[in-house]
């Protein structure tokens, strides 16, 4: 077992883990934070993505103990206040999602996007959003609906 310490979601968390143990493990498990899902844990799907400090990351692709210190933001720290963020005020606009089990993965990985594209003063095209999106997968939407929220909340963020 190895002492992680992190701030999650703008909280300072600690807690003993096996070192085999994987972020989304100790997102899900040790911490109860189960809006990041597990849809394959083979870093194919990107259900599972959050941000690790700033910056969008497979949570099953990394170990946490190797980000000891580190800052994470799951799907719960977007909205901490109860309002909407406007990624997901555009995810429901557009109607960007059916069963939801990709929803916060793209949600993570779009906002990622969408501050990237900002910092370099770019507005994202929708080539640009879809190869974005590459490491997402939806089994339901078809992603137009997805693409669509994207753009809205590039606009508003
Ligand atoms: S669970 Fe991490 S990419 Fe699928
Ligand atoms: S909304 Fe069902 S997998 Fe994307």
């Known amino acids: ?30 911490l109860r934070l189960t809006g990041t899902h597990v849809g394959c844990d083979t870093t194919q799907c990107g259900a599972c993505v959050v941000h690790v400090n700033g910056a ?5 692709s990394a170990l ?4 000891d210190g580190a800052e ?3 799907i719960e720290g977007l909205a901490p206040n109860g309002e909407l963020h406007p990624m997901q005020k555009a995810f429901n606009d557009n109607h960007g999602l059916q069963c939801g089990f990709c929803t916060p993965g793209m949600i993570m990985t779009s906002v ?6 900002k910092a370099a003063g ?15 997968i939806c089994r ?15 606009q508003e963020m």
């Open 122 to 136: 770019k507005t994202l095209t929708e080539a640009e959003i879809r190869h974005g999106l590459e490491g997402n």
């Open 140 to 154: 339901c939407t078809g992603y137009h609906n997805i693409v669509k929220a994207v753009a809205q909340a590039a």
């Open 56 to 60: 969008a990351v497979k949570s099953c």
């Open 1 to 30: 077992m190895t002492e992680v310490t992190m701030t999650v979601n703008g909280r300072k968390v600690r807690r003993d883990v096996p070192d085999e143990t994987l972020l989304s493990e100790f997102l899900r498990e040790s």
């Open 72 to 74: 994470v933001t799951t």
């Open 64 to 67: 946490a103990v190797a980000l």
């Open 112 to 117: 990622d996007m969408v501050e990237k594209a």
